[in-house]
């Protein structure tokens, strides 16, 4: 009978549990002896105190005891934690990739998907790759969690044991929609997830222009969304050809965001600031990117509808 949703529920609860027990223990005993000790010795009923020099039992007892406690919290925990980085040869494979705001989640067959689709009481194991901030996969149902850091290749790997669906997080914390930065593991059973794995006929190839990936490369989406809502900086959606009121030389003014205006942004951010947008925040990206790659990023923005 399996005591969780995933193969290591069992490994960090009872880790957790003993923890938790050990240290609630301590601090009601602790605080108990504290409030005895000061109504059993206050000055009214003891007249004539005594100094102590010390005591060598009673520091062996402190000692011991909480260093076997230590010990055991460390065994509780390694056994855990161990099984976590031993993965099956079994297992099968799928690339999780983090990015402001998102997870992708990459099939061997190329399929993608913004939900983490397995089958059930199969080994998963997740290659976790962070296409521009850290970020932190986590899975509170399952007791897993691994951070997504760029250029380092880090993986984590479970059994899911009940068909269902599970909240996936981001707990590291990496930008302004952080919080947004969920999705779900839709666990099905055998059947439904080959038929799901193998119907590639609502997958979208999504062609995206080369400006996009400059784009993101440069961060840019840190700053910029693409949906509409307000970042550090306007959004892209919608912004070529849109009419804006920006700051210049601290008089307003309306001018319209066209090829020269957007190349002029990249070049001089701090020329012309869109109201209520604060200056200084963008740092200039002469030198930095190409005028080739400059010309690619409009084009790109031109299909930001």
């Keep these: 009978m399996f005591s969780g949703a995933s193969n290591f529920v069992e490994g960090v609860d009872t880790a957790f549990a003993f923890i938790f027990g050990v240290s609630a223990f301590f601090i009601i005993a602790i605080t108990a002896f504290m409030i005895y000790t000061v109504i059993r010795f206050k000055r009214s009923k003891v007249k004539n105190p ?102 380092y290749d880090n993986y984590m790997w479970f059994t899911p044991y009940y068909i269902g669906d599970y909240e996936i997080l981001c707990t590291e914390y990496c930008g302004m929609l952080h919080s947004a930065m969920t999705a779900d593991a839709k666990v099905l059973d055998s059947a439904e997830f080959e038929q799901w794995y193998a119907d590639l006929s609502q997958q979208k190839e999504e062609e995206k222009p080369e400006g996009f990936e400059i784009t993101k490369s440069n961060g840019c989406f840190a700053c910029h969304s693409r949906d509409g809502s307000k970042l550090v900086g306007p959004s892209f959606k919608g912004l070529y050809g849109s009419e804006n009121v920006v700051i210049t030389d601290g008089e307003e003014r309306t001018i319209t965001a066209d090829e020269d205006y957007l190349k002029t942004s990249i070049i001089n951010p701090n020329q012309d600031v869109v109201k209520g947008y604060n200056p200084g925040l963008m740092q200039s990206y002469e030198g930095v990117i190409s005028d080739e790659d400059i010309d690619k990023i409009v084009e790109y923005l031109k299909t930001e509808k």
Aim: overall charge negative; cysteine-free.
């Design 50 to 151: 005594k100094q102590f020099r010390g005591s060598v039992t009673l520091e062996l007892i402190w000692t011991i005891i909480p260093t076997i406690l230590v010990l055991m919290m460390f065994y509780y925990g390694y056994m855990g934690f161990a099984p976590m980085r031993n993965v099956p040869d079994d297992v099968m494979e799928v690339e999780a990739i983090g990015r402001m705001w998102e997870w992708e989640f990459v099939y061997e067959n190329g399929k993608s998907s913004k939900d983490l689709v397995i089958p059930v009481n199969r080994p998963v194991k997740l290659n976790l790759k962070a296409e521009d901030v850290n970020h932190s996969l986590f899975i509170p149902a399952f007791r897993v969690k691994e951070d997504v850091v760029p250029g």
